[in-house]
């Protein structure tokens, strides 16, 4: 990777989850192109409480996130980014068989299918988001694949500006991982829908996974949100958690890869309420060579830990199928 003076394109995530890259950004003067890829993508984010992603070790991963899918897409992954813009018109059509109000919410053509119905449904979810959950944009836009395409499109759109010469290359990957994620969002819903409707109730120390939620039909337990992956809550806090989770009627409460376990675990004590037995990858990808190590492989192993604890099944093996 070059140096920035040294670049004839800067991507990054934006929406604020990248504050040393924003900083940097922001302080280099000079006619290169500065491109927020989420911002650029996902005009309309959600909103919600502020994500300190300076300090935690989940800002840092989901850094490295942003990078490697990029570099990805400039041979493989940057189909993976434009693969969401596909992805957005395209699959997120299959969303609608869950009646995804939220999806409608995005305001993407994909969700005809969702009708008139779930687009009221969508921008009532929206407003009523909005309002609830005054504060900053939510910049974890990436959970929901029909983002990720959107993405996929900005950057194949920004680097094919920029490199010309390669412009077919792009395209042409960029087209296969918007094939992939158009499978893979239509594969995600097919899961999420063998869990029992009362049960998809999704609780993690985190607040990060809005997006998907929205997305594929589940209901975030806002109790945990409050709390940072630092914080330490008191007992009176504590005791109001464990009285929430408990009347979730849930069988399963969740960590995150990058996020301290203690209050879960505390929770999951106190309910009885079994833990998940992997964790989810809010912030970042998983290791290299990991199942979640890739953009498409961390949103097909969440979606397997989340609908195995929440008592659904998830055939990973047909996901394999296309996605290697």
């Known amino acids: 990777m070059s140096s920035r003076g040294d670049a004839d394109l800067v991507l ?8 040393d890259i924003i900083q940097m950004v922001e302080a280099t003067d000079g006619d290169t192109p500065e491109i927020a890829v989420s911002e650029a993508a996902v005009p309309e984010p959600l909103l919600g409480a502020h994500h300190e992603h300076g300090s935690h070790e989940g800002e840092e991963d989901h850094d490295d996130h942003g990078e490697e899918d990029h570099d990805d ?9 434009e693969d969401h813009d596909d992805h957005g018109h395209d699959e997120h059509s299959g969303h609608s068989k869950a009646g995804h109000d939220s999806h409608d919410d995005h305001g993407k053509a994909g969700h005809d299918d969702h009708g008139d119905e779930e687009d009221h449904g969508e921008e009532e979810d929206h407003d009523d988001h909005g309002d609830e959950e005054e504060g900053e944009p939510d910049p974890h836009v990436w959970h929901d694949a029909e983002n990720g395409i959107a993405m996929v499109r900005v950057i194949e759109e920004q680097l094919s500006e920029a490199f010309p010469e390669n412009a077919d290359l792009y395209e042409t990957n960029a087209e296969s991982l918007i094939t992939q994620l158009t499978q893979l969002d239509t594969w995600i819903q097919q899961q999420i829908d063998t869990v029992p409707e009362s049960q998809r109730v999704l609780v993690t120390t985190h607040d990060a996974l809005g997006y998907y939620a929205e997305a594929y ?4 337990e806002a109790a945990l949100e409050s709390f940072s992956t630092e914080a330490r809550p008191s007992a009176a806090d504590l005791r109001e958690l464990i009285d929430v989770v408990a009347d979730s009627n849930i069988p399963s409460v969740f960590i995150e890869a990058t996020s301290n376990p203690g209050l879960i675990e505390a929770v999951s ?4 309420i079994g833990i ?8 970042s990808l998983g290791e290299a060579g990991t199942p979640a190590g890739t953009y498409t492989g961390m949103l097909m192993t969440n979606t397997c830990t989340i609908v195995t604890g929440l008592g659904g099944s998830c055939n990973e093996f047909a996901a394999k199928a296309f996605l290697d």
């Open 276 to 283: 998940s037995e992997e964790p989810l990858y809010a912030d």
């Open 217 to 220: 039909g589940i209901r975030i």
């Open 12 to 19: 990054y995530g934006g929406y604020g989850f990248e504050p």
């Open 269 to 272: 004590r106190e309910t009885d």
């Open 73 to 81: 897409l400039g041979d493989e992954d940057h189909g993976d980014e």
